[in-house]
């Protein structure tokens, strides 16, 4: 059974490009969430997507950051115009049911911005 | 309210001690409480998780302390080997809620001198 599955693994951007974040979960599971961990911090909550609906995106900045998980194909964290401030390191979580049970990370995408 | 509190920032232990690491957070309807582990450049892999029902977990040499009315947690981890060497996050979530969005502590970076 595979892991959850994010590409690409590394991304650079030059300032005000759009960046593109792709997750595949695990298989059978259906609960999809973006983390992201700046330099030297730990993770902070971005947003909780189920296929086709957005949970919850408390953590998500109100600018330029959006999400989606449609019915078929991966969970896509889009970033427009990007500014040096988004560089990080984001993970998708994937969980097999809602609540406070296992989330499985996968190996992250490091975005760097020029 | 939403914040987890993690030390020490950083940790060296000599091979064979017993590396501590503690949490406290503020939030009562916290109800989960994981501790995961990363290596450099991977993601975030979960390690032991505690429910606030039980004082203590024990898997193998790591073992979750929970202290309910002291609202603070710790992870133990024995006989500690070089290849434990990565960063411990503490994390919490409230099962009652229709998320179960983790709310990390800032991170522990563990060196285990051979």
């Known amino acids: 059974n595979a892991g959850v599955m994010q590409n690409p693994r590394h991304l650079v951007r030059r300032r005000g490009q759009e960046a593109r974040l792709r997750c595949s979960p695990m298989k059978g599971h259906s609960h999809v969430y973006w983390y992201r961990q700046l330099p030297e911090e730990g993770l902070k909550f971005m947003v909780y997507l189920q296929k086709e609906n957005i949970i919850d995106e408390s953590g998500m900045p109100k600018e330029r950051f959006s999400a989606e998980f449609p019915k078929e194909g991966p969970s896509i964290l889009r970033i427009q115009q990007v500014v040096r401030g988004d560089s990080a390191a984001y993970f998708c979580?994937?969980?097999?049911?809602?609540?406070?049970?296992?989330?499985?990370f996968g190996p992250g995408t490091r975005l760097l911005v020029l | 309210q939403q914040q987890v509190k993690q030390s020490p920032q950083s940790l060296i232990v000599q091979k064979g001690g017993i590396s501590i690491i503690n949490c406290a957070y503020e939030n009562t309807a916290f109800d989960y409480f994981p501790w995961y582990q990363q290596f450099p450049g991977k993601g975030p892999a979960l390690l032991i998780a505690i429910r606030p029902d039980v004082s203590e977990k024990k898997e193998g040499r790591f073992t979750i302390s929970f202290n309910k009315s002291a609202k603070q947690f710790s992870l133990h981890i024995m006989d500690s080997q070089p290849g434990d060497s990565a960063t411990y996050f503490c994390a919490a979530s409230k099962g009652s809620s229709n998320t179960g969005k983790l709310i990390f502590g800032q991170g522990t970076t563990l060196q285990v001198k051979p």
């Open positions: 979580a994937s969980s097999p049911q809602t609540g406070a049970g296992t989330q499985y």
